[in-house]
Nanobody, 124 residues
Framework: QVQLVESGGGLVQAGGSLRLSCAAS????????MGWFRQAPGKEREFVAA????????YYADFVKGRFTISRENDKNTVYLQMNSLQPEDMAVYYC?????????????????WGQGTQVSVSS
């Protein structure tokens, strides 16, 4: 069992930055690929970024390339999402997720554990 707790969300002006963190319980964090997803009101949950269990491979949705960076520190059981140049369309609840195995996935159904989410709001 893996428990995930996100933090770092908040309100920021357009063009600003936030850094989300996701802390995982347990001693097997390095066995899981990690992903970030987001869900805006009335919309389906969508893929944002993923990172392999060793951190060597990363994947991004087209709409965040060049603005967001995913990273992880396995010795701290934590994955991060650095978000720059935030826009109002980035406003959503952001979730981290863990997937058994080495590589990330863009599909929500491929992930085994989910956090409760953290709200990101962007004012124009």
């Amino acid at each position: 069992q893996v428990q995930l707790v996100e933090s770092g969300g908040g309100l920021v002006q357009a063009g600003g930055s936030l850094r989300l963190s996701c802390a995982a319980s347990g001693r097997t964090f390095n066995l899981y690929a990690m992903g970030w997803f987001r869900q805006a009101p009335g919309k389906e949950r969508e893929f944002v970024a993923a990172i392999s269990r060793g951190g060597l491979s990363t994947y991004y949705a087209d709409f965040v390339k060049g603005r967001f960076t995913i990273s992880r520190e396995n010795d701290k059981n934590t994955v991060y999402l650095q978000m720059n140049s935030l826009q109002p369309e980035d406003m959503a609840v952001y979730y981290c997720a863990a997937r058994r195995g080495g590589v990330g996935s863009v599909a929500t159904q491929d992930y085994d554990y989910w956090g409760q989410g953290t709200q990101v709001s962007v004012s124009s």
